[in-house]
């Protein structure tokens, strides 16, 4: 398969291209060359191209009058962005991977909701440079919409849950792996009900290969299997694949508030319900339509296995994205503070 993918150097379009390259696909790599500038260089069946997909003219200068099997475009974020890779194609795609995001939805109060849920709709005057961060969704579903149009009947739609796994630049996954072999006192964030609903960096890679070989077409959520982790069972799991015995210490939800934490952000993971009722359905997703067109999910052990071997590994996250997605993350100094007030609070 002759493989275009818009990006291919960071996370999960890094995973897809080196999955590629081990199943002896060609691929071309379509990016500005600024993150891992080096990565794939020399490696047989790879061809390495600079656009800026913000530079129409650019991208219609590297990729006019080309021909690929298949497209997977991982970095578009509103409909400008496909429609301009489409146009330098000359709509000459017969299969094009879009990785839009379970944040499409207008509503995630309901658990195990399906694809055919409400889509958010924006305002057509929405301004991308001045909408705030509670738009992503809306531009993703915007860059569906155009594609339908574009492509109609050739296109991918992955509505992708929360990825984890090696090289990830968001520290949502790793900083609890991180945290659970510190050492130290762990606070671990009630209720350990909630649930929690993640997939492999690797275990989506490969389903979007095997996608775009068989052209498998139409819009699915890709997660884990909804109602098989909770945020105990998650941490648990962890130590043991780990090996070690952390000292939990579970914090009410209420306290944590008092205190100013942001879930999510400060204490990555974590959708509390009191305060986030309108997210009890954020990590519970019907993901039956991707697991029946063959995404296969590995053991969850083998994520935090492979996790901490890339921390202990040191690679050092991308300037351009580090602190990007979640700024910050509970420092270590404010984790021991918070759990210090909360063995001292009155009871």
């Known amino acids: 398969m002759n493989l275009l993918i818009i990006g291919g150097t960071l996370f999960l379009g890094r995973a897809i291209a080196a999955q590629a390259i081990d199943a002896g696909h060609s691929i071309t790599l379509c990016n500005r060359g600024h993150t891992n500038p080096n990565l794939f260089a020399g490696v047989a069946g790879v061809e390495h191209l600079h656009a800026d997909r913000d530079d129409d003219a650019q991208l219609r200068a590297v990729l006019g009058g080309r021909k690929f099997d298949a497209v997977v475009d991982t970095s578009a974020y509103f409909p400008r962005q496909v429609r301009s890779v489409v146009d ?116 989506l890679a490969d389903w979007i290969l095997f996608a775009a070989a068989e052209t498998i077409t139409g819009t699915y959520n890709a997660s884990g299997v909804p109602g098989e982790m909770t945020m105990g069972s998650m941490l648990a799991e962890i130590a043991a694949a780990l090996g070690v015995t952390p000292d939990l210490r579970w914090v009410d939800e209420d306290f944590l508030i008092d205190e100013g934490v942001a879930p999510w952000n400060d204490l990555p993971l974590w959708l509390p319900p009191l305060s986030r009722p309108t997210h009890a359905g954020f990590m519970q997703r019907d993901v039956c339509a991707a697991i029946e067109h063959g995404l296969q999910l590995r053991p969850f052990a083998e994520t935090v296995r492979a996790t901490a071997e890339w921390l202990a590994a040191g690679e050092a996250v991308p300037e351009k994205t580090a602190g990007a997605v979640l700024s910050p993350l509970l420092s270590q100094e404010r984790e021991q503070e918070l759990l210090a007030a909360w063995l001292d609070r009155p009871s």
């Open 88 to 203: 330098a194609l000359d709509g000459q795609v017969a299969h094009y991977t879009f990785v839009s995001s379970s944040s499409v939805y207008d509503d995630h109060s309901e658990r195990g909701a399906d694809e055919t849920a409400g889509t958010i709709m924006l305002d057509a005057e929405t301004d991308e440079s001045t909408a705030s961060p509670d738009a992503y969704g809306g531009f993703k579903a915007q860059c569906e919409q155009a594609l339908a149009e574009m492509l109609a009947g050739r296109v991918h739609n992955v509505r992708a849950g929360l990825i984890v796994g090696p090289h990830d630049n968001t520290g949502r996954f790793s900083y609890w792996v991180e945290r659970l072999q510190s050492g130290s006192q762990v606070l671990a964030p009630r209720p350990k009900e909630q649930p929690m609903q993640i997939i492999d960096v690797r275990d």
